[in-house]
């Protein structure tokens, strides 16, 4: 699962590298060097591709939870999990019967049933965290899978998991946001 994170992240830089690069491109050719050396900048360099990344990023954020919401509704996922935010609540999202590692990846195992399987922690008797996997989308067997179903299935348990990588980021800027800079640090 790590490795699958580590993926999405690098795929996250290289479209937000893309997206940003695609929005530089027009004004940088618009104005010639030399005039670009000679007028200042009104706000600091890094700052500015601070909200040019965040802006790239959050169209790339909003564009993959429409798509997810899209494959939510064309997978009817909304049977088993009636209000949309609320398959944001689990803590994880695997496949059954389809592999998602870099080594069998996309493959259907033969003999297996195909499921989207949301994972959640509740307290048990005795109050302790235990793992609960609830079936979000049931597909029948993987041999009569149809090919374009299977992309579909596995592209909304990628992107799920993309979104739930945005909003961890999104706590970690708050949880950073809120400690305190001394004042004699040099950044």
Known sequence: MSSSLDKLK??????????SQ????PSTEEKPKSEAKTVPPSVPA????????STA???VRQANIARVKELYEKLKIFEKSPDFDDIFIYKAMNL???GLKEEDFGEVREGKYIQIIAI????DKNGKKKA???SLGYFGKAETLDPALKNEII???LRWRYEKAFQNLEHYKDLIARVETPKETLF
């Open 96 to 98: 059954s019967g389809i």
């Open 46 to 53: 890094k700052k500015k591709e601070k909200t040019e990344t």
């Open 10 to 19: 690098a795929l996250t830089s290289r479209l937000e590298e893309q997206l």
């Open 120 to 123: 959640t922690y509740e307290p």
């Open 132 to 134: 609960k996997n609830v």
């Open 155 to 157: 592209e909304f348990v």
């Open 57 to 59: 990023s959050d169209d």
């Open 22 to 25: 695609k929005e530089t491109l």
